[in-house]
Each structure stands twice: as C-alpha cells, then as structure tokens.
C-alpha cells in the first residue's frame, strides 16, 4: 500500500494567536484507510482538516512548520484549487459550502471545475444524489432544504469530484440515525477502491469501524491506534473529552470481563459467560397523546404547505402539550419537526386547522406577544445572533418590550450565569466558538423568560461536556417550571433527558408517549428510520427499564445470576 497522506512536526499558529493550534503533528495513513479523529472542542481537529487540502497556509494565514504530504505532493507548495484534485473536505460548517440555486447545479459545480465530460458529470450526479437520497429534490432550492438534507448535499456534492483523500469534518451532526449510517457506510465503499477516508467525530460509536483511531488534545494528537485498543482506553478519552462507549463503560462498572464496543458483542459475552439474566420487559404502554394537566400548546388537524415548493410539510397534526413537560420530537430529515416547532411560537401560520397556545390561535398574537411565552433557539445559531456585544445580544428581545435598562441589566446577567457566560458581556459573539455562540443564543431566549423554551438540535456542534453542560441546563430549567422541547437526532440525550418523546414521520406523528416505552418499540422506531441508542437496544434485550448506564448498573446489581 502506498501512503496517502504523511504528516512530519507540523505546527502551525494562527495568526494573531500565541497558543499553536497545532503542536508536533506526526502521523502516517495509507491508502483504503479509514482513521477517525476525536477530541474537545478546540482540539485542533478542524485545523488538521484544512492543513490536507492547503485551506493552511494557503487560506488560514498564521506560522507554518513542518510538512504535509497528500500522495507525495506536498501541500503547503500548492494552492486550494489544484488539491481540490486529490483532497475533498466536507466542511464542519457544511451551509458555508452551498451557494448554487438548486440542489442538481450544486452536485455539478465540482466536476464542472474540473472541466469532466458531459456524461460523466450526469453519471455522478444520479450516482450521488441517489447515495445522499436527495434524488427526488434535485430541483429543490438549497436554501428551502432542512439542516440534514443540507448536510446531505454538502456531502453530494464533496463525494462527486471522487476525490482520492475525502475529508470529513463532523459530517454526521445534523442527520437522522438512518442518514449516519449511510454516512459511514462510505468508508466500505471508498476503501474497496483504495482510497483513503478521514472522519472527524464525536462519537464514539463512528470510530468503532475505523482503521485507526487518533485522539486529539490541546493541539496534540495523544494517541494513535486500532479502535479495539484506543476506544476501551476510558481514562484517555474522558481526558480528551469524548464520551466513553456505553457498553464499555457498563462492562467496567459492572466488573464484567471484556470490553465490548458494540451490543452485538456485548450480547454475545453476556451470553456466553452467563453474566446477568434477561427478564420480561416490562414498560408503559405508548399512548398517542395525553389529557391530564394543562395544555400549553394545542395543534389541531394542523397542516402545513411551503408556499414556495408547495411540499405539505404536515399533515393534520394533533398534538397537545402540557406545562413542564420536557419532550423530544424525532424523526428523520424532512420529516416536518422544524415545521411543527416554528408553529409553536407563530414563526409559521397553518395552511388549515389550528394551533393554539393557552387555548388562543397564534393568529391572534403579536410576535411580541408569543415570543414571551415561547422561546425559540435556532438550529443553527448564526441564524438569531447579529449584535455588536453578547450583552446587547441577550438583551435586545427586553429592549424591544420597553423594560428599562436597569431591568435589562439584570436579567442579562441572569440569563449569562446560568448558561455559565458570565464576564462575557462586552465580548463579539461572531468570535465566540461554535459551542458559545450557541449558549448566547440560548441566553437571549431566556432573558425574556418564556414558560416554553424550544431548542432545535441544542447538542449539535457542540464536544461531550458541551453537550452534557447544555443537557444540565435545560434540565435545570425545567425543574424550574419552564416547558421544554427539543428537536434532536442524538438518541442517547433524547433517551436520558426527555420524559416524553414524538417520533414525526413524512409530517405525521408516529408515535408519542413517555421516553422508555417509545424506544421499547424498535419496530416502529424502525419505520421513522430511527433506533434507540446502544445501551437502550440491550435494555430492550435484557428487559431492563433502564435508559442510562447508571441506572442499568442499579438494577443489573441486584439480579446476577445464570442465564
């Protein structure tokens, strides 16, 4: 095998910083190899990324040492245009890389450039497009797409120039179950035909198929090695910030022998070493809504069609909702979460039927008027922040209500302490990292202090303590009176913080009752494109009620014995 990229003392500083974002990278990776990269926000992954295609030092200007090869060229001696010919990045910030008009000219504007023949350039956009599942909206506005559909087209349309290093960068944030598996399932494909994948993850799971695994600390690759080495290693990676497989760290607390990566395996050791017993399960019957309690929000035959493309995103919901619930809406990509939730607080008008909070239409409120009552954080953040300052930032929803400076004052300075941003005042959000900007925008919700606070893929972006501390807050939150919602596609937060979880499929509701029986139901969960995370797959196998390791510990404790 020939080496397909080579890494020697690379260090690179970005200018206007003293710390390198870089520190003594070394590394070797041949061709048909797979690597996954992980580490804490702020590692250097992304930094790695851009050092492959010449984005450093090309682009990303700052002090450069050392070398990097992608096959035998080195890179720092060539612009981006012609490493585009060898490298393909998907982008962390994958909407940057979208700009045509719709979703077949931007799956062509990669071989275009690269002057291909008519013929292929159609072969690889069917070829592409089909791959992505995006062959049904090839004429479809890239803008009009939502957040999974447009990573999948960022991902199209790298995957078309069949470059021979593809590059990830977090390519899986924004997708369903489903789509992250067909994600991953190209690292099959690419290393059939000998060419080498880099993906960069946080979690663990996407590194369990990988070649090699190397995690990142402070600038620092700190170790290398096969994933059955480096992934059981918890001590490492809990100092790398990643969050540890579950079935690992269940093994481990459990003083149970092995270190099984997935539960396929961790049910055969069970087995095999007679290791607990399995039992009946035992869970509460999914119901389809509920009528205790008071309803905050109320969808009735709620339906809903995009003007623009005249897609019916809904399709006659009804759903009611209940102060101080905490629920999670999932589903696949496109499948009319983001549609539902912006009727929740008036940003999108029925086509037909009603939605109502607090027994009233959302048509006859104000947005000033709901925007007190239900909060919305943006998927993506960029999307709500535009002040100079964080405070002016979190303060301006107060502003526009005409509480008086010093009240605006104070409730900034609450808002900041719980989102754990305090001395961030005066700062710019648009330099804050991904994971800040992300709690400014959580904290202008909050300072206005709505009963129901909607958060759409809050996790996303964001490394292991990011997610957890956001996770923290929000059950903070709730525990204080305030209704949440969330839109996710992390299983695992939806599995440990939601009480009560809506599955949406093609703008209907498939499911809905409270978290644990839910995801006891593979079968429908199956029909969404969704399946419970790890270790709820073998709780449902060992019928356990158990949605965490700690709470599968605590059962599993007072029941060993044979098989």
Known sequence: MSLAISIEDLIFTYQGNERPALQNIQGQIEDGTFVAVMGHGGAGKSTLCYSFNALIPKFFRGKY??????????????????????????????????????????????????????QEIERRIDRYLAFVGLEKLRSREPASLSGGQKQRLAIGSVLALEPEVLVMDEPTTDLDPLGREEVLSVAKSIREEGRMLLIVDHEPETAVTADQVWLMRD??????????????????????GIKTLPMVKLFHL????????????????????????????????????????????????????YPTHHVEALRGIDLSIHEGEFIAILGQ??????????????????????????????????????????GYVFQNPDHQIF??????????????????????????????????????????????????RQRVAV??????????????????????????????????????????????????????????????????????GLTRGVFADEAR??????????LVRLSNWLGTKALTVEQMVHELQGNNGAL
């Open 443 to 512: 904290a202008s919700v909050l300072a206005a202090q709505p009963q129901v606070i909607i958060l759409d893929e809050p996790t996303t972006g964001l490394d292991y303590r990011h997610q957890r501390n956001m996770m923290e807050m929000l059950k903070h939150l709730n525990k204080g009176g305030h209704t949440i919602i969330i839109i996710t596609h992390s299983m695992w937060v939806a599995a440990e913080y939601a009480d009560r979880t809506i599955v949406m499929k093609e703008g209907r509701i498939l499911s809905d």
């Open 387 to 436: 002040a100079r300052t964080v405070a002016e930032e979190v303060g301006f929803g107060l502003k526009m209500q005409g509480e008086t400076p010093k009240m605006i004052e104070k409730r900034v300075a609450e808002a900041l302490e719980v989102v754990g941003l305090q001395g961030y005042e005066q700062k710019v959000p648009f330099a804050l990292t991904k994971g800040e």
């Open 219 to 240: 600038g620092q690759v700190v170790s290398q090695g096969l994933p059955s080495e480096i992934l059981v290693d918890v001590s490492m990676m809990e100092s790398c």
């Open 525 to 534: 969960l199956a029909e969404a494109s969704l399946c419970p995370p790890s």
């Open 65 to 118: 040492q050392g070398r990097v090869l992608v096959k035998g060229q080195e890179v720092a001696r060539h612009r981006v245009a012609e490493m585009s010919r060898l490298v393909g990045l998907v982008l962390q910030d994958f909407e940057a890389q979208l700009f045509s008009t719709n979703v077949e000219l931007e799956m062509a504007f990669g071989p275009e450039n690269h002057r291909l023949p008519r």
């Open 254 to 305: 459990l003083n149970w022998p092995g270190n099984p990566l997935t539960v396929k395996r961790a049910i055969e050791l069970i087995q095999k070493r007679r290791l607990t017993q399995r039992r009946e399960l035992k869970v509460t019957t999914v119901s389809t809504g509920r009528t205790q309690g008071s309803s905050i929000l109320k969808a009735e035959e709620l339906r809903y069609i």
């Open 333 to 374: 990509n496109g499948s009319g979460k983001t549609t539902l939730a912006k009727h929740f607080n008036g940003l999108l008008k029925p086509s037909s039927g009603r939605m109502l909070v607090q027994n009233k239409p959302t048509t006859e409120y104000s947005h000033r008027e709901l925007s007190q009552i239900v």
